[in-house]
């Protein structure tokens, strides 16, 4: 009997290995939909800055490593964790970077750039919650590898917080450029360096989400290009404008609240 098989066909409870990596097996009791609600409230000893060190060493080992790994269940607070740097890193370390630089102007900074990218990461989480189901069983029909609902639903977070994480080092290294054309008084549109670091930092996210389908499912580059592009056509042509439509239905709704009490 093959290792993993028992008598009546099932697979059995805990880890397994496929090419050197440890891989988690699909929907027991403790790795469906329901797993997610106990992953709130994690207690397994992975710390943030431990993760991060992870993903800047191997980003794709340690994406494969801590989805399937049953244990972990920090990837909420890590994602969360990748958010709440973009402020400090936006308003507050880069422009004393900037001051400390000699200058007496600082670089500017697009405030409504910033905004929209933090209102992007809102919707992403949205997006997680609403798309994940519908990814993974499509994955799942294309893919002839197990794998459970958990372990996908936190390669999706992970993706997206690796996702800022690459933003961030785009936004550090157009901000230097910008800092250093400053100081040597080159002329230069910061609108269109933060489009360069959108358009670059873009680019880098779907190659590295198509990478992590790639070997999450181990299907081939097509395949997972396919179903990359998908994603992204589905929450930017659908979700994220139904998003931004219901946020200005409850903005707008909260206003004529106040107006009229």
């Not at 000699?102 to 933090?118: A, E, K």
């Not at 269109?192 to 181990?218: D, L, N, P, Q, Y």
Request: charged share 15%; proline share 5%.
């Amino acid at each position: 009997m093959a290792d993993g098989d028992t008598a009546g066909g099932t697979i059995a409870v805990g880890p397994t290995s496929v090419g050197g990596e440890l891989t988690s097996n699909p929907s027991t009791g403790d790795e469906g939909w329901l797993s997610l609600v106990r992953d709130a409230f994690p207690r397994d000893g992975h710390g943030v800055v431990s993760v991060a060190m992870q993903f800047a060493h191997a980003p794709l080992r340690a994406l494969m490593r801590l989805s399937n790994d049953a244990a972990y269940r920090g990837y909420w607070n890590f994602l969360l964790a990748c958010i709440g740097v973009l402020p400090v890193l936006v308003l507050l370390i880069l422009p004393w970077i900037a001051k400390r630089a000699g200058h007496p102007v600082s670089v500017p900074i697009d405030v409504q750039m910033f905004v929209t990218r933090l209102r992007l990461e809102v919707f992403q989480i949205a997006g997680i919650l609403i798309l994940s189901p519908a990814q993974y069983y499509l994955c799942r029909a294309l893919s002839d590898v197990p794998r459970s609902p958990r372990a996908y639903f936190k390669m999706c977070v992970l993706s997206v917080s690796y996702g800022t994480m690459i933003r961030m080092a785009f936004g550090i290294v157009a901000f230097a450029f910008a800092l250093a054309a400053t100081l040597a008084r080159v002329p230069f549109d910061n609108s269109v360096v933060g489009m360069c670091e959108a358009v670059i930092g873009s680019v880098a996210v779907v190659a590295f989400v198509t990478a992590a389908h790639k070997r999450f499912w181990m299907m081939s580059w097509f395949r997972a290009a396919w179903v990359t592009v998908l994603i992204a056509a589905v929450s930017w042509g659908v979700v994220y404008p139904a998003l931004e439509f219901i946020g200005g239905v409850i903005e707008k709704s909260a206003l004529l609240y106040r107006l009229t009490r």
